[in-house]
């Protein structure tokens, strides 16, 4: 098969993490003792008493173990009207999809601090289908699940989550358009005033994963096509 009778998809699809921490971030101990007083040994009884103190702070914080999803470059075969790709390892045959590259993990967000938070994601970029894969049709889409209890994904600083994370339940648990998201922050978890993803080492991480649609008449380009999403952790 010629080259004119594929349809090139050149420099195409890198999806970025930014992590950023809202609340109180210092985590302080501390412990005083007071000293015993002077014993005086006479004839009538004495005694002495002490005082411990420890103080334990909030400590809002979240880290991101994968950090960057490259679906890389590649084009669609002649023979094929679009190409599906995702990050839980689908990526059609070579029928399909020629080039481009087959990931298994999606973003890994795990609560690493001491108290429950809520969440919310944001996207800047290339965030729409039509900007970050253009032509007839194409899709660019999200959903969140509870890391290791659906996902079975590794990279967990605590043991891996056996339960769900988010009390309430995740948002958008099936894949969602990116461009249904809000243009500042959306939360998948908790909002402004609720605070429900955990911080048990058993219940405290979450996947997001994304799949794109690319149709044979995608935007060719010599660069990357980025989008950038944030996360942002708070907590009371």
Known sequence: MSDVSNKTIVGLLMVALVITVIGTIVSVGKMNTLNSGYLDLTG????????????????????????????GNGFINATASNCILDTEGTRQSNVSCVGFNNL???FLIENTGNSNISLNMSCSGNCSAAEFIGGTNPSFTYKVTSANTANDQSGQSSSNDTGVSCEEGWHNSTYSEIGQLDVSTYYICGDATTFNFSYG????????????????DANQTDSQLNATFTFAAAST
Do not use: H, K, R, Y
Not at 59 to 69: M, P
């Open 201 to 216: 080492d058993l219940v405290d991480a979450v996947v997001i994963d994304f799949n794109v649609t690319v149709p044979e």
């Open 44 to 71: 009538a009884a004495t005694s002495a008493s002490g005082t411990t103190t420890l103080q334990v702070d909030s400590n809002t914080a979240i880290v991101g173990v994968v950090t960057s999803l490259d679906f």
């Open 104 to 106: 298994s993990q999606g």
